[in-house]
């Protein structure tokens, strides 16, 4: 027999164990609602599609570029676009070698 809602009083007589899980805060969002935040994030990017040969040539292009600039803002500049278009989705075993070794210079 369970212990009656509305009596604060009583103590159970056995304990009722822990419910498992991260408690429910009541601001879950429906399936809609993520889909439409999703989209929305979305807008403001652009989605390319480069060969083996394209990202090769893009890399090469701004190392010559990041090397030859000394202002230190245009270096970040190029590192920052390398790192971009990496990350959005260009599947290669990793970064340029040049990147990875001049990444934090000056910094």
């Given amino acids: 027999m369970a212990k009656d809602l509305n ?3 009583t103590m159970a007589l ?3 164990p822990k419910k498992r899980g991260r408690p429910a805060s009541g601001k879950a969002l429906s399936n809609a609602e993520r889909q439409r935040r999703f989209r ?3 807008k403001g990017r652009i989605q390319i599609d480069l ?3 394209d990202w090769a040539l893009l890399a090469t292009l701004l190392q010559s570029r990041y090397e030859s600039d000394s202002d230190h803002k245009s ?3 190029y590192a920052h676009i390398v790192e971009q278009v990496y990350h959005a989705g260009v599947k290669r075993p990793g970064m340029p070698d040049w990147f990875e070794e001049n990444r934090y210079k000056g910094e």
């Fill in 14 to 16: 056995t304990p009722e």
């Fill in 75 to 77: 270096q970040n500049r």
């Fill in 51 to 53: 060969s083996n040969d």
């Fill in 40 to 42: 929305e994030s979305k």
């Fill in 7 to 9: 009596d604060s009083v």
